[in-house]
């Protein structure tokens, strides 16, 4: 819901123009570039439940005082940004737990599986929660859809506080390095593995791009062909539609043609269902270019789902964090600069040009999967890549302190 209503009540109440809208979007990412990569490091020493309770209730309190000053009538474009930069603080610790936390109370086998219906829940959310904010958007005030959100996140707090982590996996590992050197290491160990490596690359460069068609796709419609708040949510629940039937069908396809094949060919397909967005009009194309949404987004999730299991089975215990921290940082890191850069470019070359752009880049990145090891993967059999050796006892290099001057982290 906060996804389409933020975006849609800074252009239709605020009057924001499309530089302003990419750098509220920004702001909205702009976590996983400044903290993604100390935040797993951190995560790895904590117990990742509670993170996951507090990052939610820290988000609840942002999208409360968002409503909150909407209703009052004190919120401008500056608030705006300053409150979903600490909203996107806390769901870096919030995306980083979650996906931490499955792999310590499921079975990897059972991940895909797992991470189906984690994605199935969130694809019901994309169906109902846009077509419910366009038409409160419709029938009401913002800020009374606004405080909506509020307690759909304080809903989601109370949930998640009762998620228990029992046994061997709830203790976090005892730390003898710094977090310094626990950040280093996430890094080398996504840089040394050619399958993390190659998916760094295809997925940062995918998002660079999707933020922008994202973006620049909700702006065509609200202020390119001014399309009313209700007809908007029922195009965006569109494509949680289609992520649904994706997180339904993510496991039996990948059983049928192969983990690799089944996520290429989902990408190539998401790819060619986004060319018809830039030529979205009145009618037919609207329709077409809906459509299109709405199967990109279904492939993109098998695609998720499939990458996402991958990377839990090969991650060697005690990594996790780390390991999805400085995936996140690559990954989700470059959204904040694609929203940046489309909003600037819109702003030059119109918001039709500019999705145009953003749709050519979603097909270019899928190049590095054709060539990555990823393609060939059949099942999740597959031993996890080894940790980074830790220091030598006593050693200083490499980022760790004198034994002389170890102090508690």
């Not at 077509?131 to 989601?156: D, H, M, N, P």
Request: one cysteine or more; a positive charge; proline letters at 6%.
């Amino acid at each position: 819901m906060a996804t389409v209503v933020i975006p849609l009540f800074a252009v239709k109440t605020l009057n924001a123009t499309p530089a302003q809208v990419g750098f509220l979007v920004t702001c909205e990412f702009l976590g996983f570039l400044l903290l993604g990569l100390p935040a797993g490091a951190w995560i790895d020493r904590r117990r990742v439940e509670r993170v996951l309770v507090f990052a939610s209730l820290g988000r609840t309190a942002v999208f409360g005082t968002i409503a909150a000053l909407a209703l009052t009538g004190g919120l401008s474009i500056q608030p705006l940004y300053a409150l979903m930069f600490a909203a996107s603080l806390c769901t870096v610790f919030l995306g980083i737990s979650y996906q931490s936390i499955l792999p310590r109370i499921v079975d990897r086998q059972l991940l895909p599986g797992a991470n189906s219906r984690v994605e199935f829940t969130l694809s019901l959310a994309e169906i109902t929660g846009p077509a419910i904010a366009g038409f409160l958007l419709a029938l009401a005030t913002s800020s009374y859809v606004l405080g909506a959100a509020a307690v759909c996140f304080g809903i989601a707090t109370l949930l998640l506080s009762r998620i228990r982590v029992t046994g061997a996996a709830a203790a976090p590992p005892a730390r003898t390095t710094t977090l310094v050197r626990d950040v280093r290491d996430g890094i080398r160990y996504v840089l040394r593995v050619p399958m993390f490596r190659v998916m760094a690359i295809r997925s940062s460069t995918y998002n660079f791009c999707n933020i922008a068609t994202t973006t620049m796709f909700l702006l065509l419609l609200a202020s390119v062909l001014r399309l009313p708040s209700a007809y908007i949510g029922i195009i965006f629940s569109g494509a949680g539609a289609g992520a649904t039937l994706g997180a339904l069908s993510a496991v039996r396809l990948s059983r049928r043609f192969g983990v690799g094949p089944t996520v290429l060919g989902a990408c190539v397909l998401a790819g060619i269902a986004s060319i018809p967005l830039p030529f979205a009009r009145s009618g037919t194309w609207l329709i077409v270019a809906s459509i299109g949404y709405g199967i990109a987004s279904g492939c993109i999730v098998v695609s998720n789902i499939l990458q996402l299991s991958v990377r839990q089975a090969l991650c060697a215990p005690g990594m996790q964090a780390r390991l999805s921290a400085t995936m996140r940082f690559l990954v989700w890191g470059v959204i904040p600069l694609g929203a940046s850069a489309a909003g600037l470019v819109a702003n030059v070359i119109g918001v039709r040009q500019t999705l145009a752009l953003a749709v050519a880049g979603e097909l270019v990145s899928i190049v590095p999967l054709y060539f990555s090891p990823l393609r060939r993967v059949v099942d999740l059999d597959v031993e996890p890549e080894p940790a980074p050796e830790p220091p030598p006892e006593g050693a200083a290099g490499d980022g760790a302190r004198p034994e002389a001057r170890q102090l508690s982290d």
